[in-house]
T-cell receptor, first 113, second 109 residues
Framework: IAGITQAPTSQILAAGRRMTLRCTQD?????MYWYRQDLGLGLRLIHY???????GKGEVPDGYSVSRANTDDFPLTLASAVPSQTSVYFC????????????FGPGTRLTVL | GQNIDQPTEMTATEGAIVQINCTYQ??????LFWYQQHAGEAPTFLSY??LDGLEEKGRFSSFLSRSKGYSYLLLKELQMKDSASYLC??????????WGAGTKLIIKP
């Protein structure tokens, strides 16, 4: 693993189904984030975690949940998917040194029908 | 409310110079970032400004004026591979990034 990985790359999901998007980083970064990106809108923060064992709500948390059991993994769960959750989802992480810039995973393209 | 404004789309010619502007109104300021995002890919970090002035990094430079809530990204000697979206983001008082919608830059030969 080099950097951040996300799985799956893409998914088509029926409305009402449960779905977990996976995110793993190997940079030992403390902070991790989940964003969604929709056409014409900026990246919007769904949930974040400043360190293992803690999580916080971002701008658009409704319908999503996260957990941070360890430093490396930060899964995002949609308990009951709805069509408005169709989007591209990016996971990101940042450390505590330097600019604390965020490093992004390759993204998951999710379509809810 | 918090707001980041940048032009939706810009067009420039290969070899030329282009300036992409970003204005912001946020609750607190702890730095401004520019990211590049090619179509279908993840954003990648370009530059960071926390103090007023110009930061130069190769063909790319970024400027910040905190009093005006204004930044720009300057791209010189444009290449076709610079065709991408450029995202402006401000780190607010909660140390979260607030993102602009991005500027799609189209480079023509």
């Amino acid at each position: 693993i080099a950097g951040i990985t996300q799985a799956p790359t893409s998914q088509i999901l029926a409305a009402g189904r449960r779905m977990t998007l996976r995110c793993t980083q190997d940079m030992r970064h403390n902070a991790m984030y989940w964003y969604r990106q929709d056409l014409g809108l900026g990246l919007r923060l769904i949930h974040y975690s400043n360190t293992a064992g803690t999580t916080g709500k971002g701008e658009v948390p409704d319908g999503y949940s996260v957990s941070r059991a360890n430093t490396d993994d930060f899964p995002l769960t949609l308990a009951s998917a709805v069509p408005s959750q169709t989007s591209v989802y990016f996971c990101a992480s940042s450390g505590l040194a330097g600019n604390n810039e965020q490093f992004f995973g390759p993204g998951t393209r999710l379509t809810v029908l | 409310g918090q707001n980041i404004d940048q032009p939706t789309e810009m067009t420039a010619t290969e070899g030329a110079i282009v300036q992409i502007n970003c204005t912001y109104q946020t609750s607190g300021f702890n730095g401004l970032f520019w990211y590049q995002q090619h179509a279908g890919e993840a954003p990648t970090f370009l530059s960071y400004n926390v103090l007023d002035g110009l930061e130069e990094k190769g063909r790319f430079s970024s400027f910040l004026s905190r009093s005006k809530g204004y930044s720009y990204l300057l791209l010189k000697e444009l290449q076709m591979k610079d065709s991408a979206s450029y995202l402006c983001a401000v780190r607010d008082s909660n140390y979260q990034l607030i993102w602009g919608a991005g500027t799609k830059l189209i480079i023509k030969p």
